[in-house]
Each structure stands twice: as C-alpha cells, then as structure tokens.
C-alpha cells in the first residue's frame, strides 16, 4: 500500500486548502481511507473518513468547513479545507485500512496563520 499526499502549504485565517491523496499497490477502496492529523505535541486525530457504504465522519472542530471527497477513477480522496483557522495547523496524514493494518502517507504540513 502507498499513499502519497499532496496539496498542504500556508494560508491565512480564514482561506482555503484542498489536499489530495493518491493511494496504489491495492485494489482501490475509499470506504476504509481516511484523513487524520498531527499537531505539534497533540496525539494524531481523525479528521474525516469514510464509514462504509460511501458515509463520512468528521471531527466536531472541521464540520461544515472541511469535506471529504473521492474520485474512485483516479485512485484518489480529497480534502477540501475551508475556513481555515490557526488551530488547523498540523501535519495532514492519509490512511488506508488494509488487512488488519493502517497504513499511512508521509503527511504534508498545513500552516494558517492568523
């Protein structure tokens, strides 16, 4: 399993990011890929995912301004970032759910200052 995630970089309060996420090596399946991130000291959080059955899930703090999407064609998930907010500062990490195992990208970094 590879995934290769793209899309992070710096905004200000308030603008927009769109993060995308190749996935290879596997029959592709966004129903068990997902969107997590890492703070600086904070513990790795999910972001969105999918549930199965093409049903999201999201963190409290990103609903309504952060959307999960898929384009099963290109073997890739997206994540649409509106509204960004300082807080949203992280490194972006996608997930697969494969065998019993989670597998991960290498993270992009997303910045927004205020």
């Known amino acids: 399993v590879q995934l290769v995630e793209s899309g992070g970089g710096s905004a200000q309060f308030g603008g927009s990011l769109r993060l995308s996420c190749v996935a290879s090596?596997?029959?592709?399946?966004?129903?068990?890929m997902g969107w997590y991130r890492q703070a600086p000291g904070k513990e790795r959080e999910v972001v969105a995912r999918?549930?199965?059955?093409?049903?999201?899930e999201y963190v409290d703090s990103v609903k309504g301004r952060f959307t999960i999407s898929r384009d099963n064609a290109k073997n890739t998930i997206y994540l649409e970032m509106n509204s960004l907010k300082p807080d949203d500062t992280a490194v972006y990490y996608c997930?697969?759910?494969?065998?019993?195992?989670?597998?991960w990208g290498q993270g992009t970094q997303v910045s927004v200052s205020s």
């Open positions: 997930s697969r759910l494969y065998g019993g195992l989670t597998f």
């Open positions: 090596g596997t029959p592709f399946d966004a129903n068990r």
């Open positions: 999918y549930t199965g059955g093409g049903s999201t």
